[in-house]
């Protein structure tokens, strides 16, 4: 069940949405653009490949299908958690980069196409929220909410590949912003579900 704290951080999350759409994304968007390429660039463009839900799901699943059969049913579950989480985050943000249909940067960098054309299917449309920014940010949180003593290894790597988006040019910063909250909705929610209702998988 969604409590106050959820309802606040989703209101936050659409101010700070607004205001980057209308005063900020495109001078970020540019300024990262033109930014001779250099390491900072280079680190970031590596990371940017831990975005891919394949990374998770694949594992995931492996580990689930050699936990349930060798009887481990506790990190079974836990595996479990792992793969449905990125199976929702990587449905649930096409349901929303869909309808929104936004222009990703480089349109607006190259053809100064600028906001959204609404109910799009075409990848150069699809830039809300970000896909690779949900899948890393969901997984970060689910596997910090596992294993709590390496928070601090899991959230900074999932806010660096998130941020790599940007710096990439392939997402704004307010695309990554609203994924990262959904991302971590859906950690927070099949953790609640899974591990607080103590249902079976």
Known sequence: MLQKKHYALFALSIVIV??????ADRQIATYFYTMEHNSFKSFFHFMTRFGKSEWYLVPSILLF??????????YAKMAWYIFMTNVVAGVGV?????PFGRARP????????YGFEWFEINHK???FPSGHTITAISTAVAMSLLFPKYRYFFIPFGVIV???????????????????FLGYMVAVMLYKYYFKNQESI
């Not at 096409?94 to 869909?98: F, N, R, Y």
């Not at 940007?166 to 912003?177: I, P």
């Open 162 to 180: 998130a941020f790599s988006r940007v710096v990439g040019s392939n997402h704004y910063l307010s695309d990554v912003v609203f994924a990262s």
């Open 18 to 23: 607004v205001l980057l759409y209308n005063f």
């Open 106 to 113: 480089k349109l607006y960098l190259k053809d100064n196409l």
């Open 65 to 74: 299908w050699y936990f349930k059969k060798k009887g481990y049913l506790k």
């Open 125 to 127: 449309l699809t830039s």
């Open 94 to 98: 096409w349901l929303i980069k869909v």
